[in-house]
C-alpha cells in the first residue's frame, strides 16, 4: 500500500475556507475516479495545522493517479485556489509512504 500526505497551514482566520476547499478537492478527484483525501488535524502543535491523505493499492497506482491529477486543468486549477487561504509563512510539503516490508 502507498499513502499519500500533504501539509498544509491554512493563515489565521482562514481554516473554514481550507476545509471548503477540501471538500471542493475531493469532488473534483471522485470526478476523476481518484480516492478522497482525508483531512486530518494534530490536536497539538501548530495552529490551523491539517494533513491530507489518500491511499493507493501500490506505486503504479499513486502515479497513474498524480498524472490524472495533474494533467486536468480544471482540477489544478482548483489545487491552486489554496493559495487563498494558505499561511504565506509555511510552504506546504509532499510525503509519499510505502507499506513497511516483512523481514524473514
Known sequence: MVRHRIHLHAALGKYKDAITW????????????????KPWAPIDGDFNYLILEADYADLA?????EQKFQSDPQTMNLFRRGNDWGSPAHWPTDEVLVSAPTIS
Open 61 to 65: 497506482a499513486y502515479d497513474a493517479g
Open 22 to 37: 477540501v471538500a471542493e478537492m475531493n469532488q473534483a478527484r471522485q470526478k476523476l475516479g481518484l480516492p478522497d483525501w
